[in-house]
């Protein structure tokens, strides 16, 4: 799936082998060996490929049909909003009952 995939992408943006080959810093064999002999391309190229045509990793590889790139989830979850209206650091704090039973009094919260 791969194989075609990727020769499919190619000819749509109408480009030879040796030109994704020069785009990508590639031999024209490594991208010749991805369309017709079968080869794989390590993770790094996988992804170089998917970016340069623009579609998920998952659509060149045959997992789905949808080109679209999902873009990636955030680093960490937005803090809920506090319902006070106050700001919040970041989660619960010093004398909140999550906390109270969590660290006995006294003890430090590093953060």
Do not use: W
């Not at 937005?78 to 969590?102: C, E, H, I, K, Q």
């Amino acid at each position: 799936m791969f194989s075609q995939r990727l020769h499919d992408l190619r000819v749509e943006r109408g480009i030879t082998q040796k030109e994704l080959a020069d785009r990508l810093s590639l031999g024209r064999s490594t991208v010749a060996g991805y369309e017709v002999k079968g080869k794989q391309p390590d993770n790094a190229r996988l992804c170089l490929l998917a970016d340069f045509f623009g579609v998920s990793v998952d659509y060149l590889l045959g997992h789905t049909d949808n080109r679209a790139v999902i873009p990636p989830l955030p680093a960490e979850p937005a803090a809920p909003p506090d319902p006070g209206g106050a700001p919040n650091a970041g989660g619960l704090v010093r004398g909140s009952p999550g906390l109270r039973s969590a660290v006995p009094p006294g003890d430090q919260i590093l953060g």
